[in-house]
């Protein structure tokens, strides 16, 4: 059967054709124009929007800085999650102003303000200005670090800062590393490349194309009983398993014990089993300690080891007149170190670093769409575990032009100083008990009282109460069995008095808990 059109349909439908198109083209600039507002548009005009949201935000954030007096709100978490939680996501697109303004008092005056003096619980820094600008243009150009063109002038950038960083540490020539979102996955890079390091070494055997070799279950990591607690972490996820992490016991310093070392590797060897890295720290958590990497390093040269060392904390030394209690880093086979500690930079800035650039290749795998095999221009995914990634580099780049590292040394110089005299101040107040002398930055310490027995209930009271109500945010941790308060003194801007005001702000909590505790 046929269809007959005669010429009015024909003309109908193009009349119909033709408005449709001039409709939609009419809508079309509006809409376009709506979606427009929401991004930075290049050319004449493009950026309004943008320089005009951003002067809001500064102006809503600085007014608020302005008034903060306490570390934390003082509000009670429920309330705060309560309120968040009644957030409609799915509500009818609002004015990024009011969205701003709301956020601000939502958000922002419920966190915890690193800036605050009393503020003073964990390796979290006051960001310095350059590291904030820096923010502002890693954020608007958005810049993804690996394939050069994704990332053209910032892959330069980050390369320029890697080769700075890996000259202050002396690890050679051939050395080279990339930025990290932090000492974890630091960490894991470096414990991995030593994981395929052996393997390729012992039989050839490349993990990265047939999986672990037979004798996997023989492999140990070796650390101290401070090293980080990522390492068990870490070596669960690289297949080895927490039980494949040997801990060595400490000095009472909080440093790993050599001749425990030495006895726990001849152990080890006896036993038929391969220990494959010694893992060293500069700098544990809650001591400051830092391990004695000369002689580590020796040791892992004369047992086949790679030598992975932990600087997250005390990497910063690097830069003070103390750098040569770092000495033997420089024979490090692969290196972590964060740059949001003590270079004062936002979260999340870290790198590792390696001594011989080529075993990067244990990571390396080409895509015919992101860094084919014979791409001229670098791409800075061949030794990343990472794929997309932010341009971290930026900030210390750009903090090392403004503030310069000796400067930033003179900072860490006088934190180790008043770390010192701030456990000075605690042994000389009866109401207090300093739990060890200061390494780098922390302090540690318990309250004490001549009413109340269980002091490890009454410090954790203490912490919970000081945080929860504003007052203070103090670290807590576990020394010779004890439950411990932490100073991580960060702030280089600090005075005594700061200090004597906190400790006496502290021993006012204690005060109430004895007397509540008296009626009970």
């Known amino acids: 059967m046929s269809t007959l059109i005669d010429a009015n349909t024909v003309i109908s439908v193009s009349h119909l054709s033709t408005q449709f198109v001039e409709e939609n083209s009419q809508k079309e600039p509006s809409q376009k124009e709506k979606w427009q507002k929401y991004f930075i548009q290049t050319g004449e005009g493009g950026s309004d929007e943008f320089l005009s949201m951003l002067n809001h935000t500064n102006r809503t954030l600085a007014a608020v800085f302005e008034k903060v007096q306490l570390p934390y709100s003082g509000v009670k978490p429920e309330l705060i999650e309560k309120a968040i939680q009644s957030v409609n996501l799915d509500s009818e697109p609002s004015d990024l102003r009011h969205v701003i303004d709301r956020t601000t008092e939502l958000v922002v005056k419920n966190s915890i303000f690193v800036q605050h003096p009393n503020c003073i619980a964990h390796l979290h820094t006051p960001p310095l200005l350059s590291s904030i600008a820096a923010e502002a243009m890693i954020a608007a150009l958005n810049q993804s670090m690996d394939s050069w063109d994704q990332a053209s002038s910032a892959t330069y950038v980050e390369q320029k800062v890697i080769d700075w960083v890996c000259e202050k540490y002396q ?18 890079m470096g414990l991995l490349l030593a994981r395929d390091w052996i393997a390729d070494k012992i039989s050839q055997h490349s993990i990265q194309k047939m ?12 650390c101290s009983k401070k090293s980080h607690f990522t390492v068990q972490k870490l070596a669960s996820l690289l297949g080895l398993g927490e039980r494949s992490v040997c801990c060595v016991e400490t000095n009472s310093n909080g440093t790993i014990d050599i ?33 004695d990497l000369s002689t580590l390093s020796s040791i892992a040269q004369a047992e086949g080891m790679w030598f992975h060392v932990d600087a997250a904390y005390g990497g910063a030394l690097i830069l003070s007149q103390d750098k040569l209690r770092l000495t033997g880093i420089e024979h490090a086979d692969s290196l972590s170190v964060d740059f949001h500690k003590l270079f004062y930079q ?9 001594k011989d650039k080529s075993n990067f290749g244990y990571l390396r795998h080409h895509a015919d769409y992101l860094n084919r095999e014979d791409d001229e221009l670098p791409n800075l995914v061949d030794k990343s575990i990472a794929t997309t990634k932010r341009f971290d580099a930026l900030k210390v780049f750009m903090t090392m032009q403004n503030v310069g590292a000796e400067q930033l040394g003179q900072m860490y110089d006088h934190l180790l100083i008043q770390a010192k005299q701030v456990a ?18 922390t302090v540690l310490f ?8 269980e ?22 941790t576990v020394v010779n069995h004890n439950v411990a308060l932490k100073l991580t003194i960060l702030n280089p801007g600090l005075k005594m008095s700061d200090f004597e005001s906190l400790l006496k702000q502290i021993d006012n909590l204690v005060i109430e ?8």
């Open 455 to 476: 002091l490890d209930d009454l410090n954790k009271t203490v912490r919970l109460e000081a945080l929860t109500r504003g007052i203070a945010v103090l670290g807590e």
């Open 259 to 291: 001749n425990s070392l030495e006895e726990t590797l001849g152990e080890l060897k006896a036993e038929g089993l391969i220990p494959f890295v010694l893992v060293g720290t500069a700098g544990t958590t809650d001591h400051g300690a830092i391990d």
């Open 211 to 222: 999986g672990l070799p037979e004798y996997s279950n023989k492999l140990r990591i070796i």
């Open 446 to 453: 318990r309250s004490k009282s001549t009413t109340v027995k």
């Open 513 to 520: 808990q004895e007397k509540i505790r008296v009626k009970q």
């Open 346 to 354: 936002t979260v999340s800035c870290g790198a590792i670093l390696i």
């Open 424 to 441: 000075t101040l605690i042994q000389n107040n009866d109401r207090f008990e300093l739990l060890a002398e200061p390494s780098l930055s």
């Open 171 to 188: 690890l050679g020539m051939c050395s080279d590393g990339v930025f990290t979102s932090g000492g974890t996955q630091s960490n894991l």
